[in-house]
C-alpha cells in the first residue's frame, strides 16, 4: 500500500503509510506548531473470517438450511469452535475488517501542553483513522449466506458497511470503550448491562468485545465533537498570550485618557488579525472584510466547537407550531467544509454576507503552500469622468449604483454583485424569475437573511463561488403548510439551489455538492428525519440529479406561482456523501 494524503475537514493534513504489522498516521502540520494532532499514532487494521465466510457454492441447499438453523437455534450444543482466519489489509470488506491503535507517539512538552482529556485526544485518533477509512473503495454490500450461493450477485441480500473496534491496545482499558460509545463513535448490537462485574476486562469473551462503527453513523458524525487543536507551551506560541480585544476597554489609566490610541487599536487589529491566520484562516486581503466570522473548527480554547441542542421550546407560524429554531450560522461565516477527493478540490458553504466588501475565504483550498489567489481587480475603467461634480448632482452621485464589469472574478464580488450576475442569466431566470436590477437582488437577500425559517448560503470551490443556496425548515414552510403536519417531522430540512458559475457546472459535481447539502443538513441537527426538495415539474434535470443522490418523487404539490415534484430521502436510507 503505498502512502496517501488524509485532508480533514478543518483544513489539515496527514500521511499514512504502511508500517510492520500496521499503518502509521503522521500529521503533516507540525513544522507550524498548532497541529491538530499529536505527531502521530500507529493501527493495526487486519480482515478476519470464518468457515461460515467460505460456503461452497455446490454444497445442497438442503445442507446450508440446516446449517443456518443449527447456528440460529439458542438450543442447540456448540459444536467444535469455527476456526478464525486472518488476512492482511488489502481493500476493505464488508464487514470483516478489524482495528484497533496500537501505539501514540505524543508530541514533546516543550511544543504543546498534555492533552486535558487523554479520552478525546484518542476519539480523535480513531476519529480520524475513520476518516481515512471510510474514504476508501466501497466494498460490495451483496452478502454470501448459505441460503444465497445460488442466487444471482444481484439478488442477493445487503448488508451494511461497518469495521470492528478491537479491544486490544490502547483500548485494552477498562473505561476507554465505554467513554468512546457514550460519544457515540462506536457502538454495539448488545445493549444489555451484562453479567461480567469486570465489563470484558478479566473475561475478554464479555462485555465490549462486539464494537463496530458503521459507514452510515459514521457520516452522521458531527467532526466538531472530536477535532480540537493542542495547546502550545507559552515558549512556542504563535497564539497572542492575551485577548485580542481589551477586556476593560473604557477602565481609567494613571495616564490620563482612557481612549486607545490609533497606533494601540493597529496593534490589536494586527494582533488579532495574526491569532485568526494562526488557527487556520488566511491573512486579510484588503479588498475584504476583516472581521469575516471564521471556520466551524476554530476555537481559542482549543476545545471542541461542538455544542448539544438547547431544550425544545414552541411557537406558532402562520397557524403552524412548530420548535423554535436555533439561529443560523453569522453572515459570511463558513458552516461546512470538505476535501473532495474525485475532484481534488475543497468544496464549502458560507451564510450570504451583505457587506459592500468580498467576503474572504478563511478556509482550506487545495492550492499548494506558498501559492496564493490574488484577487484585486479595479473596478474603474480608465477613461475619465467628465460630468463634473456640482451640488445639483451630487446626490444622484451619492446614490448611483456602480457598474459591476463583465470579467471580474467571482473572488472579488460581493455576495449582493454574485447574485445580480446569476440571477441575471437566462437559464437561472428561467427557474427563479428574480432577474432585474442590482437593488432587486439586494432586496432580495435582505428579506432571505430576516427570515426565521431559512437562510441564504453560497458555495464555492476552494474559495470560489459557484451557487446560490437556500437551506429551510419545512414544517413552518409553504410546502410544509400544503404536505400537513403528518407528512413532515418537526426537524425536516429544504433546499433551494441554483449554480451560477458555468465552469463549475456538469453532474459529477451537482452529485458532490448535493449529497453534501443533505450531508450537512444531518449534521446540523440529528433529529432531522429527512430533507425534501420541490423543483418545478418541467426541470427534469434537477429531479434526475436528487433521485442520483438518493432523493425519491413523494409526489406533487401545487403552488400560486408553479407546480412541483415533492422529492423526499431519509435519513435512515442515506449511506453516505459522494466522495
Not at 188 to 200: H, I, R
Not at 332 to 352: D, H, K, M
Request: hydrophobic letters at 30%; proline letters at 11%.
Amino acid at each position: 500500500m503505498a502512502p496517501s494524503i488524509v485532508h480533514l475537514p478543518n483544513g489539515q493534513t496527514l500521511t499514512v503509510s504502511p508500517v510492520f504489522g500496521g499503518l502509521s498516521f503522521r500529521s503533516n502540520d507540525l513544522t507550524s506548531h498548532h497541529s491538530v494532532f499529536p505527531p502521530g499514532w500507529t493501527i493495526i487494521l487486519n480482515s478476519e473470517d470464518d468457515e461460515s465466510d467460505h460456503v461452497d457454492p455446490k454444497a445442497s441447499m438442503s445442507a446450508h438450511t440446516q446449517a443456518l438453523h443449527a447456528e440460529n437455534d439458542p438450543n442447540s450444543r456448540p459444536g467444535t469452535p469455527k476456526k478464525h482466519h486472518i488476512h492482511r489489509f488489502r481493500k476493505p470488506s464488508l464487514y470483516n475488517d478489524h482495528l484497533f491503535i496500537s501505539s501514540i507517539s505524543s508530541p514533546s512538552s516543550t511544543d504543546f501542553k498534555p492533552s486535558p482529556s487523554p479520552t478525546r485526544g484518542i476519539a480523535m485518533m480513531l476519529w480520524a483513522t475513520l476518516w481515512w477509512y471510510f474514504h476508501q473503495p466501497e466494498p460490495s454490500p451483496q452478502l454470501t449466506t448459505p441460503s444465497s450461493t445460488t442466487t444471482p450477485l444481484e439478488g442477493r441480500p445487503k448488508g451494511e458497511w461497518r469495521v470492528n473496534i478491537n479491544r486490544e491496545g490502547i483500548f485494552k482499558g477498562k473505561h476507554l470503550l465505554p467513554k468512546l460509545e457514550r460519544m457515540g463513535l462506536i457502538a454495539s448490537e448488545d445493549s444489555s448491562v451484562g453479567l461480567d462485574p469486570e465489563d470484558g476486562v478479566g473475561n475478554a469473551g464479555e462485555g465490549w468485545t462486539r464494537m463496530f462503527v458503521s459507514r452510515k453513523s459514521f457520516w452522521q458524525l458531527d467532526p466538531r465533537i472530536y477535532l480540537f487543536t493542542l495547546t502550545p507551551t507559552a515558549a512556542s506560541s504563535p497564539f497572542p498570550s492575551t485577548s485580542p480585544a481589551s477586556s476593560r476597554p473604557a477602565s481609567p489609566s494613571r495616564g490620563g485618557t482612557s481612549t486607545p490610541t490609533h497606533m494601540q487599536m493597529t496593534a490589536r487589529t494586527t494582533e488579532h488579525e495574526t491569532a485568526l491566520s494562526a488557527l487556520g484562516g488566511a491573512p486579510p486581503h484588503p479588498l475584504s472584510r476583516h472581521n469575516t466570522p471564521p471556520g466551524p473548527y476554530t476555537s481559542g480554547s482549543h476545545l471542541p466547537t461542538f455544542y448539544p441542542p438547547p431544550p425544545l421550546q414552541y411557537t406558532w407560524t402562520e397557524g403552524t407550531r412548530h420548535p423554535i429554531r436555533p439561529k443560523p450560522p453569522r453572515q459570511g461565516e463558513a458552516f461546512y467544509t470538505r476535501y473532495i477527493p474525485s475532484l481534488g478540490q475543497y468544496l464549502s458553504f458560507r451564510v450570504v454576507s451583505r457587506s459592500k466588501t468580498p467576503c474572504l475565504h478563511r478556509g482550506p483550498c487545495s492550492t499548494a503552500p506558498g501559492q496564493t489567489t490574488d484577487i484585486r481587480f479595479s473596478r474603474t475603467g480608465t477613461g475619465s469622468d467628465t460630468t463634473i461634480p456640482t451640488l445639483a448632482n451630487m446626490n444622484d452621485r451619492l446614490h448611483e449604483t456602480p457598474e459591476v464589469p463583465d470579467d471580474l472574478p467571482t473572488t472579488a464580488m460581493t455576495d449582493t454583485e454574485l447574485l445580480h450576475r446569476w440571477m441575471n442569466n437566462p437559464r437561472v431566470s428561467h427557474s427563479w424569475a428574480e432577474d432585474g436590477p442590482i437593488t432587486h437582488q439586494a432586496s432580495f437577500l435582505a428579506t432571505n437573511l430576516s427570515s426565521n425559517s431559512s437562510f441564504p448560503a453560497i458555495g464555492l470551490w476552494d474559495g470560489k463561488p459557484f451557487a446560490y443556496f437556500e437551506l429551510y425548515w419545512v414544517r413552518e414552510s409553504s410546502l410544509g403548510r400544503a404536505l400537513g403536519p403528518g407528512e413532515v417531522g418537526e426537524w425536516d430540512r429544504g433546499i433551494h439551489c441554483l449554480v451560477g458559475e458555468q465552469e463549475f457546472r456538469g453532474s459529477g459535481r451537482v452529485k458532490v455538492w448535493l449529497s453534501a447539502l443533505v450531508h450537512w443538513c444531518w449534521l446540523g441537527d440529528l433529529r432531522a428525519g429527512s430533507v425534501w426538495m420541490e423543483p418545478r415539474v418541467d426541470n427534469v434535470k434537477l429531479r434526475g440529479y436528487c433521485e442520483d443522490v438518493g432523493f425519491h418523487k413523494h409526489g406533487e404539490v401545487a403552488f400560486p406561482h408553479k407546480q412541483s415534484n415533492v422529492m423526499k430521502i431519509r435519513r435512515e436510507d442515506w449511506q453516505g456523501p459522494f466522495l
